[in-house]
């Protein structure tokens, strides 16, 4: 294997937008020739992956709904098997592959990814849900790669002040990036792609397969991605073995 795609999680509340981004992104960075894959995590269904599937930008094969059966973080953090076995086939089946965006099923404030699992990850916030929640300070707003606050053009609706979030979430995040969007304008997903581009796609634009060892977490918090990203998790059968088979 030459290389193994880049792996960025998106996770953050229920509904705060993380589908809608995904559909949003993807075309943007398939238009700048970047090779991309998705599995998406839901309770009980595939809902959000035949979602992306009916939307049709990405071929059917590429995207793969896991039913985590359990609390959404378990599936991302704490036992992340699932999760690695889909992101496994998806290398096999398709090695030209840069970039595989994990969609976290939707979970509260404290659900950040493993490591193990992906090279950086996002946290969506909904301003519908409060102007409150970056001062909540909840380790996945806050400990994020990137932290998305979406649908700010309802914020006069719901009576949210968006400066007053973007002071406390600069504030809380401690000069870590944010970025405010709105996913049915698109407004704001520039800065989003600009993010993946310069922290997990440097020499694999364009498809070109990378010579560098997959790309590091821009977090602290990083501990052995690469190491672990190429090795079989202890226990589990060969990927070739699991190939598009269950992810319940
Ligand atoms: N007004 C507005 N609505 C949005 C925006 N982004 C998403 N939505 C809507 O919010 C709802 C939830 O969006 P999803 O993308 O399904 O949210 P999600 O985070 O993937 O939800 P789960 O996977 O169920 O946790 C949908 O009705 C979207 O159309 C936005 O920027 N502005
Ligand atoms: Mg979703």
Known sequence: MTHSAARLGIGGPVGSGKTALIEGIVPMLMAQGIEV???TNDLLTTEDADRLKRKGFLP???VIGVET???PHTAIREDPTMN???????ELLFPQLDLILIESGGDNLASTFSYELVDAYM??????????IPRKNGPGFVQSDLAVVNKIDIAPYVGADLGLMRQQATQY???KPVVYTNCKTAEGLDEVVAFIQETLLFGRQMGQPSTQPSAQPPSTQQTSTQQTSTQQPA???PATENLIGSYS
């Open 69 to 71: 059966g359990s609390c």
């Open 173 to 175: 995040r401690q000069g």
């Open 37 to 39: 894959a998705v599995v």
């Open 60 to 62: 059917a094969e590429r």
């Open 123 to 132: 946290f969506v916030i909904d301003v519908g849900a409060g102007d409150d």
């Open 235 to 237: 226990g589990q059968q």
């Open 84 to 90: 690695q076995l889909a992101v496994q086939d998806l």
